[in-house]
């Protein structure tokens, strides 16, 4: 399984990016898809995730309202629209994966995703 992210860059506070997250491997309908972030000095946060089969969506408090993920099955990407970004968001983002079924729970639990991106840079200037 291949996750390879892109869309990341520089912004002004209060701007917009588009971060998306291509898969490549086995069935991609079969995977919990996550996006963590990780800014210098602190350790990896969960962000954001969509579950297999029922495309339910789940956020940190931090990004509630601001971010949306969605998943396209057809094109085996994962977006994640981030909006009225502010300098606290700045990390490299990094896309997950797994394939273990966990009842639907632990989304934000980074140890439990199997797969992982290179991860991309974003920026967020005040």
């Known amino acids: 399984v291949q996750l390879i992210e892109s869309g990341g860059g520089l912004v002004q506070a209060g701007g917009s990016l588009r971060l998306s997250c291509a898969v490549s491997g086995r069935t991609f309908s079969s995977y919990d898809i996550a996006w963590f972030r990780q800014a210098p000095g602190k350790e990896r946060e969960f962000v954001a995730a969509t579950s297999r089969g029922d495309d339910n969506t789940y956020y940190a408090d931090s990004v509630k309202g601001r971010f949306t993920i969605s998943r396209d099955n057809a094109k085996n990407t994962v977006l994640l629209q981030m909006n009225s970004l502010k300098p606290e968001d700045t990390a490299v983002y990094y896309c997950?994966?797994?394939?273990?079924?966990?009842?639907?729970?632990?989304?934000?639990?980074?140890?439990?995703?199997?797969?992982w991106g290179q991860g991309t840079q974003v920026t967020v200037s005040s």
């Open positions: 997950a994966a797994r394939d273990v079924y966990y009842g639907g729970s632990y989304y934000q639990a980074g140890h439990l995703y199997d797969y």
